[in-house]
């Protein structure tokens, strides 16, 4: 117990712990006069052709993000779950960059995919936490995330640390300078604090506790992000909960959807994407759901949502950093609701070493 800092679980601690390991994280990597990311460790990455990621669990919703983002900088990629990549499917060479996203270092299927990278001499790159991980010694170039050690099974601050550094390793790959994006990786980890300190994450979980589902909808970088709620969700509630893009919303979840089901949507900007989500919150409020938005305040998603949580405004992949804060502390207060085991769910590990 003296490890958890007086908070009930390691979850909670390390929900907190977030602002510190972020700054952890871009120590002496950015550089607000130039805008430009320096991550030294990492040798001359030259990608040719698609950039390939491959990851598990919570990881691969970092991943996907890793690949939107080079997506958005005119690099091609594409992510896996590793237990679904394999080289007869997918068309890996020696010119190839394939990127392991793991927390530990460790997980089976994860070390499988990157091993048969490595056997056709691609080169392979590992985003990972531990520092001699089977992952950091078997790849070619290592990417620390530096989130410091996480006890909680249900991954946290390794997903903000993950989605941070992916965040600077696709700006290097692309030769991006942008002092804008530097200046709004700073900003999280007091973004994240501000969170932490005025969430009304607790009452949310008070009312809905018993609920019989929870969805999660988001578009863009928050897509992941509703994938990445709903997996917290389930995992330390053993409540049953989705995440959905939320244009899929209507070719087919919007059956499930009751009185019962709350659906939480990030809407952030005033953009297409927050006004086409919007137009999907409609549809599920016209059902007597009721939906709870995490949003900057730039939209006027209020009008439509029971309850809002709050994020500061900030650019769309910097703000799902901030909006997943809320929703994991929804789950970890919907679980504490429920009594739940909240550090060790029953049935999983924490680091997965079979495949
Ligand atoms: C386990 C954990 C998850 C984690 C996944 C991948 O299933 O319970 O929280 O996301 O493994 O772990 P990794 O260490 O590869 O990121």
Redesign the pocket.
Known sequence: DAGKSGYDHYMLKEINEQPTALRECFRGRLDELTGRVKLSELGNLEPNGIVTFV?????YHAAMVGTRLLQERGIPAQAFLASEFNLDTVPINPESVVVGV???G??AD?MRALREANSVGATTVAVTNVVGSSAARETDEVLYIRAGPEIS???TKTFASQQAALTMLATVLSGQRSRELVQELRAVPDQIQSVLDTSSAREIAETYHGSDAYFFIGRGYHYPVALEGALKMKEITYTHAEGFAAGELKHGPLALVSADTPVFAIVTGDGRLAEKTIGNIKEVEARGTPVVAVTDGQSNVERYADHVLEVPASSSVTSSIVANVQLQLVAYWTANQLGRSIDKPRN?????TVE
């Open positions: 990851a598990c669990g919570t990881s793991t927390q530990s460790e997980t994860t099974v249900a991954a999983l590990a924490k680091s997965v």
